[in-house]
T-cell receptor, first 109, second 116 residues
């Protein structure tokens, strides 16, 4: 499994954009980059995933570096409900998700 | 979106009791289901992977006789914690995936198990 490095925690102000970085320098060429988040006392929630191109959905955007050794999850306008632990997970098709420490995002009103 | 229902959401029971947790995929057929455990302030740890109709594959250090997993249909998997003890108290989370490609895994809301 590719190793990931994420900041332990980040802070943001409500209604401002948040950029959550992830380094995955040992990622293989076929690994997709998945992002999940876990709100307190809940199971993880799928956010977004991509392979090479940047991706957008209703929840967030995913910017993937050209060399694929890093990616950034972008929340365009943080809300209090976005306070959670965010996990970046390189994922090979057919395998299972392996969770690291993630980034705890705190959103200030 | 894909929904995974997990039941019960919490359970408190006496030491020595066996506890069954159910995990259902409500609007898709789950080729593979996963069981995770999470201790306070820690990340999720994979316990086992199961495919419908097959025996579960357990991660190293997880006792298969203690954590019985049954995946009898494409929409239901159960985890039974047998003869539970206080050290088994944890947050148990199931997950399901449709297909074997790069599709996302979808998670239940977890079961908080407290053994007295």
């Amino acid at each position: 499994d590719a190793k990931t490095t994420q900041p332990n925690s980040m802070e943001s102000n409500e209604e401002e954009p948040v950029h959550l970085p992830c380094n995955h320098s040992t990622i293989s060429g076929t690994d997709y980059i998945h992002w999940y988040r876990q709100l307190p006392s809940q199971g993880p929630e799928y956010v977004i995933h991509g392979l090479t191109s940047n991706v957008n959905n209703r929840m967030a955007s995913l910017a993937i570096a050209e060399d694929r050794k890093s990616s950034t999850l972008i929340l365009h306008r943080a809300t209090l409900r976005d306070a959670a632990v965010y996990y970046c997970i390189p994922f090979e098709a057919g395998n299972m998700l392996t969770f690291g420490g993630g980034t705890r995002l705190m959103v200030k009103p | 979106g894909a929904v995974v229902s997990q039941h019960p959401s919490w359970v408190i029971c006496k030491s020595g009791t066996s506890v069954k947790i159910e995990c259902r995929s409500l609007d898709f057929q789950a080729t593979t289901m996963f069981w995770y455990r999470q201790f306070p302030k820690q990340s999720l740890m994979l316990m086992a992977t199961s495919n419908e109709g097959s025996k579960a594959t357990y991660e190293q250090g997880v006792e298969k006789d203690k954590f019985l997993i049954n995946h009898a249909s494409l929409t239901l998997s159960t985890l039974t914690v047998t003869s539970a003890h206080p050290e088994d108290s944890s947050f148990y989370i199931c997950s399901a995936r449709e297909g074997t490609g790069h599709q996302p895994q979808h998670f239940g809301d977890g079961t908080r198990l407290s053994i007295l």
